[in-house]
T-cell receptor, first 114, second 116 residues
Framework: NAGVMQNPRHLVRRRGQEARLRCSPM?????VYWYRQLPEEGLKFMVY????????ESGMPKERFSAEFPKEGPSILRIQQVVRGDSAAYFC????????????FGPGTRLTVT | AQTVTQSQPEMSVQEAETVTLSCTYD???????LFWYKQPPSRQMILVIR??????QNATENRFSVNFQKAAKSFSLKISDSQLGDTAMYFC?????????????FGKGTKLSVIP
């Protein structure tokens, strides 16, 4: 059973460009979470999605960031017009359910904005 | 809102020795989960151990064990017989056990170096 997959593992973007980060959850998991890890910090919750629905985006910046989890295909975290402060590691996790269920993390995407 | 505090930014331990990493948290809830995650240089987040607040018995996973003090809101991780592969960042995390709860709250981490 493949784990959570994220791609790309490393992404370099110039200021003003768009970044698209992909996450394929574990087989059978319909709950997806995105977390961001800034340098020297712990992970911080950004958004929680189920298939075709955003359940909680309270941790996501209101501007430039969006997320989706379509019926088919991976979950996408999209950052428009990237700035240097967006440089971070972005982790995706998936689970079978919420309370009581383990979240399994992917290897992360390291975004560098130059 | 819950907070998780790890007061030791860095620690080191000799190979084969024992080390304890500290974690405190703040919550008004009675039922919750606590976790320790390991992040090696590969950056993959690996679950080390999990504790349910309603269980009085401390969780153990091979060389890893916790000291859970609910009243003190303390959750330390003990690593016995430290190995070079234990070198990593260690994050303490909290999650409510309420219905529908999902959000993990992480501390800032402790960087552990195991010295040969």
């Amino acid at each position: 059973n493949a784990g959570v997959m994220q791609n790309p593992r490393h992404l370099v973007r110039r200021r003003g460009q768009e970044a698209r980060l992909r996450c394929s959850p574990m087989k059978g998991h319909s709950h997806v979470y995105w977390y961001r890890q800034l340098p020297e910090e712990g992970l911080k919750f950004m958004v929680y999605l189920q298939k075709e629905n955003i359940i909680d985006e309270s941790g996501m910046p209101k501007e430039r960031f969006s997320a989706e989890f379509p019926k088919e295909g991976p979950s996408i975290l999209r950052i428009q017009q990237v700035v240097r402060g967006d440089s971070a590691a972005y982790f995706c996790a998936s689970s079978l359910g919420t309370s009581g269920y383990e979240q399994y993390f992917g290897p992360g995407t390291r975004l560098t904005v130059t | 809102a819950q907070t998780v505090t790890q007061s030791q930014p860095e620690m080191s331990v000799q190979e084969a020795e024992t080390v304890t990493l500290s974690c405190t948290y703040d919550t008004s809830e009675n039922n919750y989960y606590l976790f320790w995650y390991k992040q090696p240089p590969s950056r993959q987040m690996i679950l080390v151990i999990r504790q349910e607040a309603y269980k009085q018995q401390n969780a153990t996973e091979n060389r890893f064990s916790v000291n859970f003090q609910k009243a003190a809101k303390s959750f330390s991780l003990k690593i016995s017989d430290s190995q070079l592969g234990d070198t990593a960042m260690y994050f303490c995390a909290f999650r409510s056990a309420g219905a529908g709860s999902y959000q993990l709250t992480f501390g800032k981490g402790t960087k552990l170096s195991v010295i040969p």
